[in-house]
């Protein structure tokens, strides 16, 4: 079946420090993949997302691009904000299937 | 162009109880799902609904069950409450059933607490 796997936070970071999160996924097909961001007491955002292999979902200074070789999406900023703290989650979509989750990775950035 | 709304934000029940949880769907939507996130985890998928009926199920006994109105609009019922039912449910709405690329927008949640 469809998985998504993270890295294990939480993740603590200074402000304007690098940010990456890992994620790998297994699938059928040719999922479309996502990352979404939950802020505390908050629903899920669409962050950013890509629907094959080779392209780059950007916004808001995050982006991600699909690697099918490694199946891989992992999110990246350049300098992370403590706006920014937050809840992270991969996502992946196959036509015809539910969405399926990763666990989330927990971001805290200090000032 | 509305978001979705999910209702109540928050709800204390006792365990063996029903409840019965809200969702409007953007504007011109007409499939939703159902998702539940236990705490520190990632959503689970319950159930889906196109057009007023059920197209898709995750794993998720039949205690939990649905229904779609003709406004798009959304209901999901959980009878005989179990403390494990405690987590925040979410709903998403989408233009087209099982269509990613149309997008799907997710409410805010429901936030139930079984004691």
């Known amino acids: 079946g469809n998985s998504v796997t993270q890295m294990e936070g939480p993740v603590t970071l200074s402000e304007e420090a690098f940010l990456t999160i890992n994620c790998t996924y297994t699938?059928?097909?040719?999922?479309?993949l996502f990352w979404y961001v939950q802020y505390p007491g908050e629903g899920l955002q669409l962050l950013l997302k890509?629907?094959?292999?080779?392209d780059k979902g950007s916004n808001k200074g995050f982006e991600a691009t699909y690697r099918k070789e490694t199946t891989s999406f992992h999110l990246e900023k350049g300098s992370v904000q403590v706006s920014d703290s937050a809840v992270y989650f991969c996502?992946?979509?196959?036509?015809?299937?539910?969405?399926?989750f990763g666990p989330g990775t927990r971001l805290s950035v200090l000032p | 162009e509305t978001g979705v709304t999910q209702s109540p934000t928050h709800l204390i029940k006792t365990r063996g109880q029903q409840v019965t949880l809200r969702c409007s769907s953007q504007?011109?939507?007409?499939?939703v799902s159902w998702y539940q996130q236990a705490l520190g985890q990632g959503p689970q998928f319950i159930f889906q609904?196109?057009?007023?009926?059920?197209?898709g199920r995750g794993n998720f006994p039949p205690r939990f069950s649905g229904l779609q109105f003709p406004n798009y609009s959304s209901e999901l019922n959980v009878n005989a409450l179990e403390l494990d039912d405690s987590a925040l449910y979410l709903c998403?709405?989408?233009?087209?059933?099982?269509?990613?690329?149309?997008?799907?927008?997710f409410g805010s949640g429901t936030r139930l607490t079984v004691v």
């Open positions: 998403a709405s989408s233009l087209a059933s099982w269509g990613s690329n149309y997008g799907y927008t």
């Open positions: 699938a059928t097909g040719y999922p479309s």
């Open positions: 890509a629907t094959k292999a080779d």
């Open positions: 996502a992946l979509h196959n036509y015809g299937q539910n969405f399926v």
């Open positions: 504007s011109g939507h007409n499939t």
């Open positions: 609904y196109y057009r007023e009926e059920e197209n």
